[in-house]
């Protein structure tokens, strides 16, 4: 098989085609023409309008809602490029579904991460990218090499210019205890104090605040996760934060998937900014006054260069 291909092509899913023609700008190269649609009974079929043969071939597709479709179109894509010839395909995850499903909490349970995992790589994809996974041991779930880019390079260069005048008074809050690493990432590079939310989910989407370590009275807190979902925690956590004493509560997450109430959520809450990169698509109509979106093509575009050109990506992590 060889291993590197003698051209770069991107193509694109329906998942998030604004990001994917943005990093293609920043390659200075034009986005593949192709299209994924649906037959009348919701079968996916995939039409690649150019040639891909001997060609390094990039699939940029979040997995995000509706998931199981974007999954679908991805995989389908993958398949139609191995079949046209295409020398390496790698599939740009920007967003990996399915990653909450990444161990058995119960019996019976399935490990839904690796069978994702396992479908990719038996569509035909040579190599993987994406960013922040919820949980870092899927990297594991593959035999293919998989490059794990982090959000913390585009967010925090916007966070050192938000607190220049009073970081003397801003603390990084993390979530949960699983958080605690990402969270440090921002204290170290922004050289402020870390507090941390013990709490207990009695159910899925579920949380109840239990605790807050750290002191935050009348502080400017941060509060750094992977993702927001229905941003039930995300609110409990600010509102339960403010009641303490504190003087502003900001989020800042890779993965802005905003499902059901998350926005009304976001607005009635004790939040005053929420800041996520745009992996997921968020259309207009919904970045409300709190939301900002930051873009993710300049470092997942540089990553593509560098694996097409055989150079390393570690010089792009925080």
Do not use: W
């Given at each position: 098989?060889?291993?590197?291909?003698?051209?770069?092509?991107?193509?694109?899913?329906?998942?998030?085609?604004?990001?994917?023609?943005?990093?293609?700008?920043?390659?200075?190269?034009?986005?593949?023409?192709?299209?994924?649609?649906?037959?009348?009974?919701?079968?996916?079929q995939v039409s690649i309008?150019?040639?891909?043969?001997?060609?390094?071939?990039?699939?940029?597709?979040?997995?995000?809602?509706?998931?199981?479709?974007?999954?679908?179109?991805?995989?389908?894509?993958?398949?139609?490029?191995?079949?046209?010839?295409?020398?390496?395909?790698?599939?740009?995850?920007?967003?990996?579904?399915?990653?909450?499903?990444?161990?058995?909490?119960?019996?019976?349970?399935?490990?839904?991460?690796?069978?994702?995992?396992?479908?990719?790589?038996k569509a035909g994809a040579?190599?993987?990218?994406?960013?922040?996974?919820?949980?870092?041991?899927?990297?594991?779930?593959?035999?293919?090499?998989?490059?794990?880019?982090?959000?913390?390079?585009?967010?925090?260069?916007?966070?050192?210019?938000?607190?220049?005048?009073?970081?003397?008074?801003?603390?990084?809050?993390?979530?949960?205890?699983?958080?605690?690493?990402?969270?440090?990432?921002?204290?170290?590079?922004?050289?402020?104090?870390?507090?941390?939310?013990?709490?207990?989910?009695?159910?899925?989407?579920?949380?109840?605040?239990?605790?807050?370590?750290?002191?935050?009275?009348?502080?400017?807190?941060?509060?750094?996760?992977?993702?927001?979902?229905?941003?039930?925690?995300?609110?409990?956590?600010?509102?339960?934060?403010?009641?303490?004493?504190?003087?502003?509560v900001t989020a800042c997450?890779?993965?802005?998937?905003?499902?059901?109430?998350?926005?009304?959520?976001?607005?009635?809450?004790?939040?005053?900014?929420?800041?996520?990169?745009?992996?997921?698509?968020?259309?207009?109509?919904?970045?409300?006054?709190?939301?900002?979106?930051?873009?993710?093509?300049?470092?997942?575009?540089?990553?593509?260069?560098?694996?097409?050109?055989?150079?390393?990506?570690?010089?792009?992590?925080?």
């Open positions: 098989m060889n291993l590197h291909g003698k051209d770069i092509k991107i193509f694109s899913g329906n998942s998030n085609k604004p990001l994917a023609q943005s990093m293609s700008e920043c390659l200075g190269i034009e986005l593949g023409r192709g299209e994924a649609g649906e037959f009348s009974d919701g079968e996916i309008y150019e040639s891909v043969r001997g060609s390094d071939v990039y699939i940029v597709q979040s997995t995000s809602a509706p998931v199981n479709n974007n999954l679908m179109e991805l995989l389908i894509m993958i398949d139609a490029c191995k079949r046209a010839s295409a020398a390496r395909i790698t599939a740009v995850m920007p967003y990996f579904g399915y990653a909450r499903q990444d161990r058995k909490s119960r019996a019976r349970d399935p490990i839904t991460a690796k069978l994702v995992a396992n479908l990719i790589e040579d190599r993987v990218l994406t960013m922040d996974l919820h949980a870092s041991q899927i990297q594991g779930f593959f035999d293919i090499p998989l490059d794990h880019m982090y959000g913390a390079p585009i967010l925090l260069p916007y966070f050192e210019r938000k607190i220049a005048a009073y970081k003397d008074n801003v603390v990084i809050m993390s979530p949960d205890l699983g958080s605690v690493g990402r969270a440090r990432t921002f204290v170290e590079r922004l050289d402020v104090p870390m507090a941390i939310i013990d709490k207990r989910r009695p159910k899925a989407n579920v949380c109840e605040i239990m605790n807050i370590i750290g002191e935050i009275e009348g502080r400017d807190v941060i509060i750094v996760d992977d993702m927001i979902d229905t941003a039930g925690t995300l609110c409990n956590a600010a509102n339960a934060i403010k009641e303490r004493g504190a003087k502003s997450a890779t993965h802005g998937v905003l499902s059901g109430p998350a926005l009304e959520r976001i607005d009635a809450s004790a939040l005053d900014e929420v800041v996520v990169l745009d992996t997921i698509y968020l259309p207009p109509e919904k970045r409300t006054g709190k939301i900002k979106v930051l873009s993710a093509a300049p470092v997942l575009a540089e990553a593509i260069a560098r694996i097409y050109s055989d150079k390393p990506v570690s010089t792009l992590f925080v």
